[in-house]
């Protein structure tokens, strides 16, 4: 998955106080070390609900879709939705802005605590 990143991406994900941060400037090779962390914790069962929405430009879509997985520390299965906005340059992600339910991110993660810890300090 990583290949389909340009070699310098920015991911933001807006909503994902207290378990990544809101805004990263990565390279695709620690992206590709990222997602085989994420391998090492969670195996991904099925992508399901998949939409693809055009936009006015022509490098920048919309995509939604669900994810089912499991946890593998303790075999939790989840779901979770998301909405990214892609933006592409030569063909590549060069942005990735990432929607998805905090909650169950975090559910996802086992990472509740961290989010609840996060929450409890705003405002």
Same mark, same amino acid.
């Given at each position: @998955?990583?290949?389909?990143?340009?070699?310098?991406?920015?991911?933001?994900?807006?909503?994902?106080?207290?378990?990544?941060?809101?805004?990263?400037? &990565?390279?695709?090779?620690?992206?590709?070390?990222?997602?085989?962390?994420?391998?090492?914790?969670?195996?991904? &069962?099925?992508?399901? /609900?998949?939409?693809?929405?055009?936009?006015?430009?022509?490098? #920048?879509?919309?995509?939604?879709?669900?994810?089912?997985? &499991?946890?593998?520390?303790?075999?939790?299965?989840?779901?979770?939705?998301? #909405? @990214? #906005?892609?933006?592409?340059?030569?063909?590549?992600?060069?942005?990735?802005?990432?929607?998805? /339910?905090?909650?169950?991110?975090?559910?996802?993660?086992?990472?509740?605590? /961290?989010?609840?810890?996060?929450?409890? &300090?705003?405002?």
């Amino acid at each position: @998955m990583a290949d389909c990143y340009a070699d310098r991406v920015v991911i933001e994900m807006p909503f994902a106080a207290g378990i990544a941060p809101e805004r990263t400037e &990565t390279t695709r090779e620690e992206l590709r070390a990222r997602f085989a962390a994420g391998a090492a914790a969670r195996r991904y &069962t099925a992508v399901r /609900d998949v939409r693809i929405h055009d936009t006015a430009d022509p490098d #920048v879509i919309v995509l939604e879709y669900r994810i089912d997985g &499991t946890r593998l520390a303790d075999g939790e299965q989840f779901t979770m939705g998301f #909405v @990214m #906005v892609l933006t592409f340059s030569d063909g590549l992600i060069a942005n990735s802005r990432d929607y998805t /339910d905090p909650i169950a991110g975090a559910r996802a993660l086992g990472r509740l605590a /961290d989010l609840a810890a996060t929450l409890a &300090t705003k405002p």
